[in-house]
């Protein structure tokens, strides 16, 4: 286990489709986490998972996004109906429960939505 | 609620001259500091982190960082710099439970040959 892991690394979608993102953290990690990125600016707190439980959500994840953690093991981050909008890097870390220990990210998956 | 600032959009350092990037931050308690950097269109990887002890803390590739509690600040420093660091820097800080991880805007950094 080298790191955390996200697939797909590019996915370009038309409107209104529906897409799913995939994150596979760091094996003993029990914390695992969402951002996104637009352009130019820094990472913006989606939703973060205490093992298998989402413990809190960001007003940026709409009802049209949904996160799973069913295992406590991978995520899964879904976006409904895209939108423009939604375009952007979508980043996963986990850290272990540890705060001084930091965050591991993924190298994102970049949502393009035409 | 924690808050990061990252006063300066771009820095332009010439090759082998000393760079600083700098950050600001307020959190309620004690805080737990963080540099990362991001090159294109990858994720970000940790530099280093201030948690306690010695105000200077040495991170990866050369980069320190100073900790000043009564200017909030927690400036990013490398003595020489190299082309090879241009990348985007984001200072980020923490509460004590690491579940309020606030990134700051970033900085660009461009060093010239």
């Known amino acids: 286990d080298t790191g955390v892991s996200q697939n797909p690394r590019h996915k370009i979608t038309k409107r209104g489709q529906n897409v799913t993102f995939r994150c596979d953290p760091i094996?003993?990690?029990?914390?695992l986490y969402w951002y996104r990125q637009t352009l130019g600016q820094g990472p913006e707190f989606l939703t973060y998972?205490?093992?298998?439980?989402?413990?809190?959500k960001s007003r940026l994840l709409s009802d049209r996004f949904s996160a799973e953690r069913p295992k406590g093991s991978f995520s899964t981050l879904e976006i409904q109906r895209t939108e423009q909008g939604d375009s952007a890097m979508y980043l996963c870390?986990?850290?272990?429960?540890?705060?001084?220990?930091?965050?591991?990210f993924g190298s994102g998956t970049r949502l393009t939505v035409v | 609620a924690q808050s990061v600032a990252q006063p300066e959009d771009q820095v332009n350092v010439a090759e082998g001259n000393p760079l600083t990037v700098k950050c600001t931050y307020s959190?309620?308690?004690?805080?737990?500091l963080f540099w990362y950097v991001q090159y294109p269109n990858r994720g970000l990887q940790f530099l280093l982190k201030?948690?306690?002890?010695?105000?200077l803390v040495k991170g990866s590739y050369g980069f320190e960082a100073e900790f000043n509690k009564s200017q909030t600040s927690f400036h990013l420093k490398k003595p020489s710099a190299l082309v090879s660091d241009s990348a985007l820097y984001f200072c980020?800080?923490?509460?004590?439970?690491?579940?309020?991880?606030?990134f700051g805007p970033g900085t660009r950094l461009s060093v010239l040959p």
């Open positions: 870390a986990s850290s272990p429960d540890r705060a001084e220990e930091g965050y591991t």
């Open positions: 094996s003993e990690h029990n914390r």
């Open positions: 998972f205490q093992n298998e439980a989402q413990l809190e």
């Open positions: 959190v309620s308690g004690n805080p737990y």
């Open positions: 201030y948690i306690t002890g010695d105000n």
């Open positions: 980020a800080v923490s509460d004590l439970y690491g579940q309020n991880f606030v």
